[in-house]
């Protein structure tokens, strides 16, 4: 039997513009690699942390806290040593927590014989989840373990629905190098919106829901529109407002903040679209002091992976 998996734990995008919570979807070329060891040592030890300074206590570990979850409630008969080589910045708005959460609920998942299913996986990665942001949702977490386009039906029972992915969909990024933590972010948002706001929102997200069952791209297009938590989270990041025009005029169907920012996404139909678009964002942000980073990335449709 195995006792030692390599794992790719990829960085997602959560919210989606209008799915605030709900939907998210996970990214190829982005991510974090993780080392899940089984030991004869009973516990969760965390050996190995490379990227950044993270704190090695399983309890204050965000992927600690998650196998710690799962672990408890299985109770095997034997330990597992994580190793974690951080690719995803914290702070970056892409889904750096849930990465680690999901990753090692996913690699003691595998080297015991796969006994819970994905969404039994994502529930205890939600306890790991918790640490970082405060609160238990699942929106990055529901992507990087099923793979492609989720929404959260409910966080409590846990549902996860699975949506398509549109064939020529691909998401563009830009990461400035600041930090927005994800409890700060939350904390702006009001507790009360207009009716005329909430009518708009659900209607998009059930729109982009139909968008994506039927690779509609100009629905794809008309739904990606914030109107309740954009307008808040926006004045965090420099730069937005003309990042979101130059994207939209260099072809993406859409621009919007990934999950708590500071990241923007946008996605396009077409690879040659998206690099225009990143030529486009990039061209915003090279004449700024702001350093930043940029990807394309393909909608990965299978989430974590043994490598």
């Given at each position: 039997m195995t006792k030692e998996i390599k794992i790719f734990s990829p960085a997602t995008v959560a919210n989606v513009a209008c799915g605030f919570?709900?939907?998210g979807f996970c990214l190829d070329t982005?991510?974090?690699e993780m080392v899940i060891r089984k030991t004869e040592q009973k516990g969760i030890k965390i050996t190995k942390i490379e990227g950044y300074d993270l704190p090695f206590e399983a309890e204050k570990n965000v992927a600690g806290v998650s196998a710690l979850a799962m672990y408890d409630a299985l109770q095997p008969d034997c330990g597992f040593e994580i190793e974690i080589y951080k690719n995803i910045k914290p702070g970056s708005g892409i889904g750096s927590s849930s990465a680690s959460a999901a990753g090692s609920v996913f690699g003691m998942n595998e080297l015991l014989g796969r006994p819970l299913d994905k969404t039994k996986l994502?529930?205890?990665?939600m306890k790991g989840e918790a640490l970082a942001s405060q609160c238990e949702h699942a929106d990055n977490l529901a992507p990087a373990i099923f793979g492609g386009f989720t929404l959260v039906k409910s966080a409590s029972p846990l549902q996860i629905l699975e949506l398509p992915t549109?064939?020529?969909?691909?998401?563009?990024?830009i990461?400035?190098?600041i930090e927005i933590k994800t409890s700060e972010s939350r904390a702006i948002l009001p507790k009360e919106i207009?009716?005329?706001n909430a009518i708009a929102q659900w209607a998009n997200v059930g729109s982009l829901v139909h968008a994506l069952h039927t690779s509609d791209y100009d629905l794809i297009k008309d739904a990606l529109h914030d109107v309740v938590i954009e307008p808040y989270r926006k004045q965090?990041?420099?730069h937005f407002d003309e990042v979101k025009t130059a994207a939209l005029q260099a072809g993406a169907l859409g621009c919007a903040i990934s999950g708590s920012g500071p990241s923007i996404f946008m996605l396009s139909k077409s690879k040659v679209i998206a690099q225009n678009v990143e030529n486009a964002i990039r061209d915003v942000?090279?004449?700024?002091?702001?350093?930043?980073?940029?990807?394309?990335s393909k909608i990965n449709t299978e989430g974590v992976r043994v490598l």
């Open positions: 919570d709900v939907l982005i991510g974090d994502t529930y205890y990665a549109p064939p020529d969909l691909f998401a563009t990024l990461h400035p190098q207009p009716l005329s965090l990041i420099p942000y090279s004449k700024t002091n702001i350093k930043f980073e940029t990807y394309v």
